[in-house]
């Protein structure tokens, strides 16, 4: 079986994608990285973001969405989109998913349950395990997307960036999540490479569906090892915080934000890294890069400092994985 490793920066190759950086963890900061990357959010516009479980402790607080809703133009009558899941929970069915909302404080604008009356199959090009990709049906009532992701850990993806977001996010909650997720009578039989493969296919049938009216905000901020989907089960956040980045590209912006896990200290990373190695995570960027979903090299622009180009490096000491770039 093959195991795909991290590879560093300098051993990369292609092009590379702008990413930009701010360490203001505030609905600030979320508006100062979006307006960066919002050109294309025209029209009747999804955001998709992961709402949580019932009193999840680590999600993006509804308070921040909800400020960064009201002061954002192409925003203002936009709705927040999720599907089911494929688990057996408080979001398995419409109804308690919605209720699940209301506890997690999800009121303040239309959420809409894209599976909530069916499916619709989007192509998957240039894939090796699908075809299509089965979505809830009102995924093609949106003319663009707006990604709001959590950046942290995931139980089986290793980490869960803008690319589980999507793909394990937009798929409806029986027969798409059971493509990802299902083999050979097992609903959890899929596993390393071939699930992040799978994830990564079923959010190619998304962007592909959007073209260029996507774009893609990562908040690092609460990492636990856990997703959002353990809720209060999720494990301790240990992982320092980092701050928001945005970018256009999907695989250029969730490589930025594994870097700058790896640039972190041995003491500060230990615990998301063993995680995304053990679950084979990496795999995720690099099938990304391989069936033409963007760039693995990027050049990362500090919104801080007059927009200097920065660099993921070797912290010395603390949260500090930067470098200027003379």
Known sequence: MTVTK?????????????VYFTRDLSPAGIRKAYEKVNANICGKTAIKLHTGEKNGPNIIPSSWVKEVMENEPSLKDASIVETNTFYVGDRYTTDLHRETLKVNGWTF????????????????????????????????????????????????????????????????????????????????GVVQEELMEKITESTKATIDFFGDNITYVNVMRNMSVSCDCEG??????????????????????????????????????????????????????????EIGMGNSRYILIDLDNDEVRITPAKAVEGVKPFKLVK
């Open 6 to 18: 991290y590879v560093p920066y300098d051993e990369r190759t292609g092009n590379e994608s702008i």
């Open 232 to 289: 209060t089960a999720a494990q301790p956040v240990v992982t320092p915080n980092v701050g928001i980045l945005a970018s256009t590209d999907i695989c250029a912006i969730d490589t930025a934000c594994v870097d700058l896990v790896y640039a972190m200290t041995e003491k500060d990373h230990h615990d998301l890294v063993e995680r995304i190695e053990t679950r084979h995570g990496y795999r995720q960027l690099t099938y990304m890069h």
């Open 109 to 188: 604008c239309p959420v809409d349950i894209m599976d909530e009356d069916g499916t619709v199959d989007l192509p998957v090009k240039g894939g090796k395990w699908f075809d299509h990709m089965t979505h809830g049906s009102h995924m093609t009532d949106y003319d663009s997307m707006f990604v709001l992701t959590h950046f942290k850990g995931h139980t089986m993806g290793g980490f869960g960036g803008a690319n589980k977001n999507i793909g394990i996010g937009c798929a409806d909650g029986r027969i798409g999540k059971g493509m990802i997720h299902a083999k050979d009578g097992n609903d959890w």
